[in-house]
Nanobody, 123 residues
Framework: VQLQASGGGLVQAGDSLRLSCAAS????????MAWFRQGPGKERRFVAVISGSGAITYYDDSVKGRFTISRDNAKNTVYLQMDSLKPEDTAVYYC?????????????????WGQGTQVTVSS
């Protein structure tokens, strides 16, 4: 299984970005997919998760109302639409997959990880 994250970049506060995570080697509809992030000098933290079917989503309170997670199982890809970005959103963003349809907020519940994509938000 491989997860390839992309879409990061340098933006200004208030801008938007869309991250993508392309999965290969798995049947995406039976895998819950999540995004985590790790800021400078900080621990990796949960951002958002979506069930294999796409019917269930959870968000961290810090991004609720600004970020939207979605997936296209036909393309084996999960997305993270990030709007109204803030400097505190600056981090390396990682996508992760869990070998079950049920979503989890815990990093240790995920079986596969992508390489990360850098998001930098300037004030």
């Amino acid at each position: 299984v491989q997860l390839q994250a992309s879409g990061g970049g340098l933006v200004q506060a208030g801008d938007s970005l869309r991250l993508s995570c392309a999965a290969s080697g798995l049947t995406s509809s039976i895998y819950a997919m999540a995004w985590f992030r790790q800021g400078p000098g900080k621990e990796r933290r949960f951002v958002a998760v979506i069930s294999g079917s796409g019917a269930i989503t959870y968000y961290d309170d810090s991004v609720k109302g600004r970020f939207t997670i979605s997936r296209d199982n036909a393309k084996n890809t999960v997305y993270l639409q990030m709007d109204s970005l803030k400097p505190e959103d600056t981090a390396v963003y990682y996508c992760a997959a869990r070998r079950t349809n049920m979503p989890s907020r815990r990093a240790q519940d995920h079986d596969y990880w992508g390489q990360g994509t850098q998001v930098t938000v300037s004030s």
